[in-house]
């Protein structure tokens, strides 16, 4: 029997791929209280700055789980950062 670790792709510490889909991790959401990290899964772009949805629950931000992001400045050594919302039309994926 399979279960959903047998469908994880670790790449590094800040990207995985599920059954098909790439993930990252991205850095400095604004919020209330400390900055959040959360996975977003890239639906255009790179893993250095892309769009992607939000595949967490942010606990600090107005942010909702599914919600469109911008992110950018990643490089080799760093996690991309939030870069703002995006529009619905930046969804290459359709």
Do not use: C, T
């Not at 959040?36 to 890239?42: A, F, G, L, N, P």
């Not at 790179?46 to 992607?52: R, S, T």
């Not at 942010?63 to 911008?70: F, M, P």
């Amino acid at each position: 029997m399979s279960n959903a670790i047998d469908n994880i792709e670790q790449i590094g510490n800040w990207k995985f791929i599920y059954n098909g889909k790439e993930f990252i991790k991205v850095i400095n959401f604004p919020g209330e209280g400390p900055s959040e990290s959360m996975w977003v899964e890239i639906v255009s772009g790179n893993d250095l700055e892309g769009v992607g949805r939000l595949s967490n629950h942010p606990v600090w931000s107005d942010l909702k789980h599914g919600d469109l992001v911008r992110y950018s400045g990643g490089s080799a050594d760093d996690k991309p950062s939030y870069d703002g919302l995006a529009e619905e039309k930046e969804d290459n994926r359709e």
